[in-house]
């Protein structure tokens, strides 16, 4: 799929943008860049091929890189809120601005 001037005259002006000749012709040029990537991508046989949860995978274990999800940090709430003009049961109040 190639695009035309008059795409991209378009897109510019649903996104509300000014663009001079040149810079839309530099857009022109970037986004069939872009698609003639996406078609080469989309050429590929993929078929058989697992999809990766994270792009290390393909390279290495990854369950051995990630640490477990544990809190390292003391909780310093109450520490945190002295400085608040309101708390209540460990919230902060704050005043009412839509009614």
Known sequence: MALTP???????????LELT?????RMLTQLNGFFDIVEKMRAVDT???APLAHPVAAIQDIALRLRDDV????????ANQ?????????????PKVIE
């Open 6 to 16: 008059q795409d991209i005259g378009r897109i510019a002006n649903l996104a509300r």
């Open 47 to 49: 078929s058989g091929v």
């Open 71 to 78: 809190a390292s940090e003391p909780n310093q709430r109450e």
């Open 21 to 25: 000749p040149s810079e839309s012709e």
């Open 82 to 94: 002295q400085s608040a003009p309101a708390v209540e049961r460990g919230l902060f109040l704050v």
